[in-house]
């Protein structure tokens, strides 16, 4: 169903792989956009290692839920390393990219699950009643958004992958 990497030897392990999801912050969601266009969105995201889902949170209409509500599949990229090498003529890279499909959550406890677990990344220090507090506030404007993962490969560049050989 999906394609097989070309280059194995730069291939990412699982663990490695949700090792990125773990401590990005932000990511690239791409659904299919109006018109057959792709539409591609910076994202601040949460992944949930229990579930395995990614969370993001959003406006309750605009461009990104239209185009989820036509077409649930949709992937989602994490850049881990960009360190360009110009002497090189290349870029040391790290990189995930998750395929899967797109639900909106809207029924409870799940909602609130999924504006917990981004809280809880962006705000890991702050305590739980004052998360609770600010979660309340925003709450009813949020639309709360998870990806069911189906397929998730990494890549490295050859140079790093060499150096962990």
């Given amino acids: 169903m999906f394609r097989e990497m070309r280059r194995k030897k730069q291939a990412l392990s699982t663990e490695e792989c949700i090792e990125i999801l773990e401590g990005g912050t932000s990511g690239v969601l791409a659904v299919a956009g109006d018109n057959g266009y792709p539409y591609a969105v910076p994202l601040s995201y949460a992944f949930d290692r229990k579930t395995s889902k990614i969370y993001f949170h959003g406006a309750k209409k605009g461009h990104k839920l239209d185009a989820m509500k036509r077409e649930s599949k949709a992937s989602f990229c994490v850049i881990h390393q960009d360190n360009v090498k110009s002497e090189k003529y290349?870029?040391?890279?790290?990189?995930?990219?998750?395929?899967?499909?797109?639900?909106?959550?809207?029924?409870?406890?799940?909602k609130y699950y999924a504006i917990d677990?981004?809280?809880?990344k962006y705000a890991p220090f702050d305590s739980e009643e004052r998360r609770r507090e600010f979660i309340q506030k925003e709450y009813q404007a949020l639309c709360m958004m998870e990806m069911e993962i189906e397929h998730m490969t990494g890549k490295e560049a050859i140079e790093l992958a060499t150096d962990k050989r």
């Fill in 90 to 110: 290349t870029t040391y890279y790290r990189s995930v990219i998750v395929f899967g499909k797109m639900h909106i959550l809207e029924e409870e406890p799940e």
């Fill in 117 to 120: 677990t981004l809280g809880l």
